[in-house]
């Protein structure tokens, strides 16, 4: 199943992991339409993150997409004390926005990179995991470095073994999907939403669910995923907020 879809803001080309079963709200469900850019109108900047205008095949305006990236205000807060304040982002035109998008990505790939490079050494993620989450660590120098040294000496760090667990990205699909369907559906329970999704996607069902479909999702869902790095929780609830 393809994950994610990129964003077309010009030259500029931003990749967004989220399942397809969360972004085909963009395209009207039909996911495979996600495997080619989408193209952005206009981009500005909010105190939670980015908000991009996209266009359809036309190139009309269609959707607001909002994108609020974990630690995004603590990038605020990083450019503030070098002299950025907030207000002068929030006022910034789509050209400004794209040059703090750059730079956000940027710094997020660095900090990651250093937060996967922890686990790593710790048996708690592979290189290969880290690569699945977000290919882009690879590209700051520090990480690139500790991959280079790890497969010329060939310690190449393997997860302890009890300290993972192995991701799934068809239940990732079916948890994302049963977030959007609480989301946009007023007065709807998680537990009918989790029924909901895997009545539409009975394909991500794994076969062990077999006799409670819905009901193994309720329970990965808040005993793993809402606590996870692919959380949708707060999306999830900004429905009652």
């Known amino acids: ?29 039909d996911e495979a339409r996600l495997k080619k850019p989408i193209d952005a109108l206009e981009v500005s900047i909010t105190a939670e993150g980015f908000l991009f ?20 205000d603590r990038f605020l807060s990083e450019l503030s004390t070098a002299s950025i304040p907030r207000e002068a982002i929030f006022r910034l035109d789509t050209a400004g926005a794209s040059t703090i998008l750059r730079l956000f990505y940027s710094w997020l790939n660095t900090k990651q990179a250093a937060v996967f490079e922890e686990d790593i050494r710790a048996g708690k993620m592979t290189f290969e995991e880290a690569r699945d989450i977000r290919k882009e660590v ?13 497969w010329l000496t060939g310690d190449m760090p393997k997860g302890k073994k009890g300290k993972r667990r192995s991701y799934s990205e068809n239940i990732e699909a079916l948890y994302a999907l049963a977030c959007r369907i609480y989301h946009e559906t007023p007065r709807m329970s998680f537990e009918e939403a989790c029924y909901s999704a895997t009545e539409q996607r009975p394909d991500l069902v794994p076969p062990s669910w077999s006799k409670d479909p819905d009901g193994n999702l309720k329970r990965e869902a808040t005993r793993y995923w809402d606590k996870s790095r692919y ?11």
């Open 1 to 29: 199943m393809a994950k994610g879809f990129t964003l077309r803001l010009g030259e500029l080309l931003i990749t967004l992991g989220m399942p397809s079963t969360l972004a085909s709200q963009l395209t009207d469900g």
């Open 53 to 72: 205008v996209t266009a359809d095949d036309l190139g009309n305006p269609k959707l607001e997409l909002k994108y609020e990236p974990a630690h995004f």
């Open 138 to 150: 690879f590209d700051v120098p520090s990480f690139a470095r500790f991959f280079q040294d790890s």
């Open 231 to 241: 959380s949708q929780k707060n999306y999830r609830e900004r429905r009652d907020s």
